[in-house]
């Protein structure tokens, strides 16, 4: 199908929906509402998937007729600490202090569910970011000028974050940046999109 439902992004992320905008598909975006705390003794893969999911769920709540992309990143510290978006400057400060020299993981999850039929396609992307030993003084300015409230983790990989790292592996280079698209292209074919 070329694309007979309408596509939704469940995201408030500008930066989900500028690289959803890669793709050239035509797509609207709506905020999910979602309550991101983990629950009890969740691993970090089960709250991805979850999450994600739950994202998915909401919109479609809203839109029975369409397709929808929910995603979620978390960065995974040192003895399996979830960091999730830090909210505040001090706290991204804080965040990044404690990811100075470390190898993090980045997993973000992405589901894409019909909500006519009920199907979903639910996957996590892992990329491991290598942080440079990282100075008080620089974690402050990075902060102060990029502002990474709302990047799990405090990296902001696409401006000037790329900055605090040694090295990045992953197997989707727009993994780190909120949306892995290799994957979501992946989940777009097998539900009928017709892409490029």
């Not at 830090?86 to 990811?99: E, R, S």
Request: glycine share 8%; aromatic share 4%.
């Amino acid at each position: 199908m070329a694309q007979a439902a309408p596509l939704i992004l469940a995201s408030s992320s500008i930066y989900r929906r500028a690289l959803l905008e890669r793709l050239q598909i035509p797509f609207q975006y709506v905020s999910p509402n979602t309550d991101e705390s983990p629950q009890g003794a969740e691993s970090p893969d089960a709250l991805v998937r979850r999450l994600s999911l739950a994202k998915a769920e909401a919109v479609a709540r809203r839109h029975p007729d369409a397709v929808i992309i929910g995603g979620d990143q978390i960065a995974v510290g040192p003895k399996e600490t979830i960091l999730g978006k830090p909210g505040t400057a001090d706290q991204a400060c804080a965040q990044l202090a404690q990811l100075s020299g470390q190898a993090v993981r980045f997993l973000s999850g992405l589901c894409l569910l019909d909500a006519t039929s009920g199907r979903s396609q639910v996957d996590i992307v892992v990329t491991t970011v290598r942080f440079r030993a990282l100075e008080a003084g620089e974690i402050r300015r990075y902060v102060e000028r990029d502002q990474p409230l709302d990047c799990a983790g405090a990296l902001r990989s696409e401006a000037l974050g790329i900055t605090l790292c040694e090295a990045i592996d992953s197997d989707d280079p727009t993994a780190l940046m909120g949306l892995p698209l290799i994957r979501l292209a992946t989940m777009l074919r097998r539900a009928g999109f017709t892409l490029p």
